[in-house]
């Protein structure tokens, strides 16, 4: 017997957002984000950051003076653009993320991932397209659009809320910046685990304190990690490529 086709419920439908966030954040997403450090290494190498205690500081700085006033209030921006289809927006706010890269690797990593998640959204055939606001318009991506543009992108696709979107992004940040110190520092994965859980009411407060930011407040606040990027582009020996 074959059982009626039915829409899902709204308890299913959450699932599946939450779901396609796991997919978006997982480490296993094959687009590449572990290749780069986004200046850790070369705070290694500068003695910046040597133990599980300085490592905590800095992650602390750079997700306070960082993604708090950065990626994080831009995402609300930018999903809010991707719900209303508004390309224009979208584009804004890719520039305005672009112009606050202030090293060429950076810069570099933020158009490499970005391209490298539009390749797979457009493999799952989960690139914009196919829907519109209420306006009749289809929302486009802009030129070369960076990491930020497209991850919103795709939650909104999933149906990820804002919220969760944000937190997401932030774990998933967390997450490759201790891969990168188990890599790159003796830090072992124990060790990973408690700068975890110091550092998980830090990612909730940065969300909250992200939501609140009017435009004329963002914008980023990190002359060391900008120096320590710069100063990794001349690294004799790296194992990252920023």
């Known amino acids: 017997m074959t059982l009626p086709t039915e829409e899902p419920t709204t308890a299913g439908r959450d699932d599946l957002a939450l779901l396609g966030l796991l997919q978006l954040v997982s480490p296993a997403l094959p687009i590449g984000a572990f290749a780069f450090s986004q200046g850790l290494e070369s705070a290694f190498e500068l003695g910046w950051v040597t133990d599980e205690a300085s490592l905590g500081d800095w992650l602390e700085g750079v997700l306070e003076d960082g ?11 930018l999903a809010r653009a991707w719900q209303a289809a508004d390309s224009e927006a979208v584009a804004e706010w890719d520039a305005w993320l672009a112009a606050t890269r202030e090293t060429a690797e950076l810069a570099a990593e933020d158009r490499r991932l970005g391209a490298a998640l539009v390749r797979l959204l457009g493999s799952l055939a989960l690139l914009p397209g196919g829907a519109t606001s209420t306006t009749g ?3 486009a991506l802009p030129g070369e659009p ?8 795709a939650a909104h696709v999933r149906g990820v809320p804002v919220r969760q979107a944000m937190l997401g992004f932030a774990w998933a940040w967390l997450e490759n910046q ?19 859980e110091r550092l998980r009411p830090a990612l909730v407060a940065a969300v909250d304190e992200a939501l609140t930011l ?29």
């Not at 993604?67 to 921006?77: G, M």
């Not at 960076?146 to 992108?153: K, Q, S």
């Not at 201790?178 to 975890?196: E, M």
């Open 67 to 77: 993604l708090t006033r950065c990626e994080l209030p831009a995402l609300v921006r």
């Open 137 to 139: 318009e289809a929302p």
């Open 146 to 153: 960076g990491y930020v543009t497209v991850f919103a992108w």
């Open 178 to 196: 201790l891969a990168v110190a188990c890599k790159a520092l003796p830090l072992g994965h124990t060790a990973a685990q408690r700068l975890v």
């Open 214 to 242: 009017e435009d004329d407040a963002l914008g980023p606040v990190l002359p060391g990690l900008a120096l320590a990027s710069a100063l990794h582009e001349t690294q004799y020996s790296r194992l990252f490529r920023s």
